[in-house]
């Protein structure tokens, strides 16, 4: 499964590169991208990374968040403000197995019109926002709603990443994992009802 985590200017690190780390180690063939093209992206606390690889046609798709809350000049805010990337994500989700997102990512999710009538989480920090974009928010690490998966702040992308080792893999698959990083998941995976 090839999976692309796209980055921008402004991004949390911890809400991409954990998920990066633990979906690489899970086997899974990741990727960092931006946008529309090769780029040196400055992360929301000065983490420079050359980014050589832009948003193509993976099987899914990690958005991270970062810069939400205080309406940063770079990050998920300005994201939303300026569209590309709401737009890019809108028009490529038909072609992928899944969204997902980290943090205030589901943001980025929510104006590009993707989790309109999901159910979803954010940093709680965020719910209040996220709500009249959503179904429902609920108040958990981890939601999967089918083919969009949304984790809460920070920290809870590497619950993302076993569950979306879990889903993919296989329980034993994720539980080896976790073992494997010393981590004990937080938390729990709320699973939307049936449509």
């Known amino acids: 499964m090839d999976i692309q985590i ?3 200017d402004g991004f949390d690190e911890i809400d991409a590169i954990a998920p990066f780390e633990v979906l690489t180690s ?4 990741v990727s960092l991208v931006t946008l529309d093209q090769p780029a040196q992206v400055v992360s929301m606390h000065g983490l420079h990374l050359d980014i050589t690889a832009t948003l193509g046609r993976p099987d899914a798709v990690v ?11 770079e990050g ?5 403000q300026r569209g590309a990337l709401p737009a890019a994500l809108a028009e ?14 589901a943001m980025l999710l929510a104006h590009a019109g993707l989790l309109t009538d999901r159910y979803a989480t954010t940093n709680a920090n965020a719910h209040d926002e996220l709500r009249p974009l959503v179904r429902e928010v609920v108040p958990e690490r981890v939601v999967d709603d089918g083919d969009r998966i949304t984790a809460g702040g920070l920290t809870a992308g590497i619950d993302l990443a076993l569950h979306l080792t879990q889903r993919e893999k296989g329980t034993a698959a994720r539980d080896a994992l976790a073992r494997g990083i010393e981590y004990i998941p937080q938390g729990r995976t709320w699973y939307a009802p049936p449509r």
Do not use: D, E, I, Y
């Not at 998920?76 to 939303?80: D, G, L, M, R, S």
């Open 26 to 29: 899970a086997g899974f063939a």
């Open 92 to 105: 490529l989700t038909p072609q992928v197995q899944w969204m997902a997102s980290v943090c205030t990512g």
């Open 6 to 8: 796209v980055v921008f």
């Open 76 to 80: 998920t805010w300005a994201q939303v």
């Open 63 to 73: 958005v991270p968040g970062g810069g939400w809350l205080n309406r940063a000049p």
